[in-house]
Every structure is written in C-alpha cells, then in structure tokens.
C-alpha cells in the first residue's frame, strides 16, 4: 500500500492567515499516461463525514471557495488556505485513490 | 441530489452479528462503486473495501478481509457492511461513501453509523 504522511500534525493559525498542510505519499500519484495527480484532500469538521475539497491534486470541488488550494505533483502536496475563517477549522486529510485507497493521518487545523 | 444515508447507531456485545445499510439516491446506483471507510475514536480513516453495485464485484483490504462482508441490493439501491462475530476493537464510526470508478476520489460520503461494541 502507498503510505501517506501529512505535517504537521496540528496547525494553530490566526484568523485571516495562511494555512498550509503537507502530505507525502511513499511512492509517486502521477499516472504519465494521463498526467493526472491522484490526489485529493478532505475536510471533516466535528461531528460530521469528511467533504471532498480538492481532487486531480488541484481541482477544487464544486462550491468550495476559492480561499482553499492544491498544489504538488508526485510525491509531495500542499492544501492551503490563503486566509483562514473561523469555519474552516477542521482535521484535513489527503487521499490517494491511485492503487488500494489510502489516506494520510490528518492535520488538525485550530485558530491560534 | 445525490444522497448517501446510513442506518442508525448500534450497541452490540461481543460475539454478536450485524449489519448496517447505506442507502443511495438521486444517481444511477449501479453506476458508482460505494466504499466502506472505518474512523475509530479520535482516529483517522481507513478503507475497509468496496463493492460496484452493478455487478456485485467486490474487493476487501486485507486488513479487514475475513472480518466483515459487504454486499449490495441494487433493487433498493442499498450497500450493507456485516458482521458475524463482533469485538470491542470494532468500535468504530463508519462512513459509506461514493465514487465514480477505482482511480475516482470519493465525491460523496454517508452521515456515518456509530458502532459501539461493550459488554
């Protein structure tokens, strides 16, 4: 299975700052044929499922605010929010769906 | 609107069997794989397996094979996880979620069914 890590374990950032969550998997998410990342993130705000934010490592999902981010390619990604709201607190977890799912251990993300 | 919807929180004790659904809507349920994710208390995610309603073809982690069966009933577009011989170790919260194919993220998730294994 493709081991997925994610740093930093908890994130504390003031409101209206940059958040930005790593996620490395053990062994490369592009498909050459399709140069597709497969690569996705989620959120799971307390008490609820996790949401689909980003997949192909950088498409946003529907109705997702532009605030939020995918970035990398291989073996090495970054979500980011570019300036935190106090409604995007959440643990966050990367995905990836090219062989036997797998997801990293999730980042806590806090207002500092 | 496509819609996943779970059955509701369960007590069991150990040794006990059971099953819990997912019920689908609003897609085409023979179209898209549902896969079972495991979230046991204060962890992270877990894919436990999958099943393609439209065939019943399924596939387990090897984590979790031998330890839970799951199955489908396209005629009332539902996805079921089962048990035969539950353990405390199986507490857990567990999601249904939807994807299109292998190699699709999974766009769609159930509300979640609350697993509490205690004697």
């Known amino acids: 299975d493709i081991v997925m890590t994610q740093s930093p374990d908890s994130l504390p950032v003031s409101l209206g700052e940059r958040a930005t969550i790593n996620c490395k998997s053990s062994?490369?998410?592009?498909?050459?044929?399709?140069?597709?990342?497969?690569l996705a993130w989620y959120q799971q705000k307390p008490g609820q499922p996790p949401k689909q934010l980003i997949y192909?490592?950088?498409t946003r999902e529907s109705g997702v605010p532009d605030r939020f981010s995918g970035s990398g390619s291989g073996t090495d990604f970054t979500l980011t929010i570019s300036s935190l709201r106090a409604e995007d607190v959440a643990v966050y977890y990367c995905?990836?769906?090219?062989?036997?799912?797998?997801f990293g251990q999730g980042t806590k993300l806090e207002i500092k | 609107e496509v819609q996943l919807v779970q059955s509701g929180a369960e007590v069991k004790k150990p040794g006990e069997s059971l099953k819990i659904s997912c019920k689908a809507s609003?897609?085409?349920?023979?179209?898209?794989?549902i896969a079972w994710v495991r979230q046991m208390p204060g962890k992270g995610l877990e894919w436990m397996g999958v099943?393609?309603?439209?065939?019943?073809?399924?596939r387990h982690s090897p984590s979790f094979q031998g330890q839970v069966t799951i199955s489908a009933d396209k005629s009332i577009s539902t996805a079921y996880l089962q048990w035969t011989n539950l353990k405390a170790s199986d507490t857990a919260m567990y999601y249904c979620?939807?994807?299109?194919?292998?190699?699709?993220?999974?766009?769609?998730w159930g509300q979640g069914t609350l697993v509490t294994v205690s004697s």
């Open positions: 979620a939807r994807h299109l194919a292998t190699g699709f993220p999974f766009d769609y």
């Open positions: 609003g897609y085409r349920f023979t179209s898209y794989w």
């Open positions: 099943i393609y309603p439209g065939d019943s073809d399924t």
């Open positions: 062994q490369s998410v592009l498909y050459r044929s399709n140069n597709k990342n497969y």
């Open positions: 192909w490592a950088s």
């Open positions: 995905q990836q769906y090219y062989s036997t799912p797998t």
